[in-house]
């Protein structure tokens, strides 16, 4: 689970949202690039990555109605509404009893009125770092070094959301600053095992922009994953 | 508008008396379009024929993904999903083995819908 400042406060608003409302049987937030910020402690994060995943791929189809605003879905014992605020998404999985004010009330007043509290006191430096899911492949030979390679993009990315004053420096000077800025990342499992490596732009030009993570074979036996497998990738600066 | 049917040995009269009351809520105001499907039949009937195939696609997604998610999270035998987006929205409901999506404009008060096709 996403620990930086953002997350702990949106956590820390779903903790108290979920004892005023006990109707609510599960909540999580996630962002429009599939990283999930913060969830309750009663949803495990598989359950959380398969709602995602289910949503992303009814999201895809949805073009055809346009922009996609909300999901809900009614079922004889419980709901589950899906809202859109800002740039992310609010799960909320009720029993059928929850009333639709209460739900309205927290997805169009609450989290948004944090939502623009939070951008107020921190206009700039308060940014959302989005781990990333990504696809592994292996990197072995003798000339694998320690360190994993992601796709520049990726990194730009990250380290738009870590310091944008410092994204706008390494932008005109270069791609190498990027590298400055975000040295290590944080590679975790689904099942919570994880470690950290130093990081690397893909030197494969066949391999960019494929949403991959080139790791060492050695780290790959540490962590036992595989080609193929994919894993939660955090930057850390 | 472009009707297109497909029937075999369903159970006809439930079919068509479903599609009769689809007709009638087709011709209603913010109505895009429906499609219905039983366990042998399906009946599109959409404004836009041109975009036919991305409806059906769509209702199909909303349906499996509606069934994964009230499996994930316990809610119990699906009842109806709205999807919405900034000003159509889409209504798939399960009544009586007939998959049944309804397509209209954001400001149309499906409860009201659902209750009749109920």
Known sequence: MNRDPYATVLNSALTEINKAYPDIKNSFIFMNNDSIITGDQ???????????????????????????????????????????????????????NMDKTHIYSITHVIIPTILKTLETFTPTNFQIISPKNLIVDTLSGFFAGDSVQIDLEILKDWTKNTDPPTHVKAEIAGEQNIQEIIDYVRIEKFDGNSTLCKVKEINDQKLKGKNMIRIPEKICNTLEIKKGDIVKVKPIS | ??????????????????????????????????????????????????????????SSTV?????????????????TIVVESEETKLVSMDINNHRISLFMEKNVDHDKLYKNLK
């Not at chain 1, 809202?83 to 992310?88: A, E, V």
């Not at chain 2, 349906?63 to 009842?79: K, S």
């Open chain 2, 63 to 79: 349906f499996d993904v509606g069934n994964d998610i009230t499996e994930a999270f316990q809610l119990g035998e699906l009842d």
């Open chain 1, 42 to 96: 009663d949803t495990d994060e598989k359950t959380m990555n398969n709602m995602l995943e289910s949503f992303q791929t009814m999201k895809k189809k949805s073009n055809v109605l346009g922009n996609l605003k909300s999901l809900r879905i009614n079922g004889k014992n419980g709901k589950l509404t899906v809202s859109n605020i800002n740039d992310m998404y609010l799960v909320l999985a009720t029993s059928k």
């Open chain 2, 1 to 58: 508008m472009l009707v297109k049917k497909f029937e075999t040995n369903d159970t006809l009269y439930d079919v068509e008396k479903m599609q009769k009351k689809l007709q009638e809520i087709k011709d209603q105001e913010g109505i895009i379009g429906y499609i219905l499907r039983g366990s042998k039949s399906a009946s599109i009937d959409i404004k836009d024929p041109i975009k036919i195939i991305d409806y059906a696609v769509l």
